[in-house]
């Protein structure tokens, strides 16, 4: 099973990235707000997708991830009744991780049944068997930072960054430079930051 893709952004749509891991083209299924993300990007740039791989008899498919946080979340979606992964990547593509979560926790049906494709039934359905593992997945995510990057955070959101981009620039960060030290994971995600 594939957990993670790295290599180079051979190309991209607003469905679907192909990256080339030394000399093999994947085809990664997106949600938009990972399509958001690559986007940023320069042309071939070196990419990191947290990977959900989706096995049927005739097919196989790969759903990717800019975070942890929606990969889990997807998971989670497509343990519901009903809910396949075009119709989880079409909830992450409708509302950021975030809202989804806080929809489901507060049993927001409603909310998410304005994302094309979510009927009255599926939501409440997604509400049903989700609202408590919405909270746990929130609180899961909160607590998984590394340590330090709390401090990290504030000091880029003192620096003028709002915190969500702070957030993903820090993420890259480690992502890109793993076990670095807080000094140069500060450089990294400042070098991000500049990017927006």
Known sequence: MIAQLRGRLFSLSPEVAVVDVQGVGYAVHLPLSTYYELQ??????EVSLFV???????????????????????????????????????????LPPEEVLRALAAGDAARLTRI?????????????????????????????????????????????????????ALADARREKEGAAVPELLRIALKRLARL
């Open 40 to 45: 940023r990007l320069p042309a071939q740039a």
């Open 52 to 94: 959900h791989t989706h096995v049927r008899e005739d097919a196989l498919a790969l759903y990717g991830f800019w975070s942890e946080r929606e990969r889990a979340l997807f998971e989670r979606l497509i343990t519901v009744s009903g809910v396949g992964p075009r119709l989880a990547r079409g909830i992450l593509s409708g």
């Open 116 to 168: 094309p494709g979510v009927g009255k039934k599926t939501a409440e359905r997604l509400v049903l068997e989700l609202r408590e593992k919405a909270a746990e997945l929130a609180t899961a995510t909160a607590v998984s930072a590394e340590p330090g990057d709390e401090d990290l955070l504030v000091a880029l959101v003192n620096l003028g960054y709002r915190r969500p981009d702070a957030d993903r």
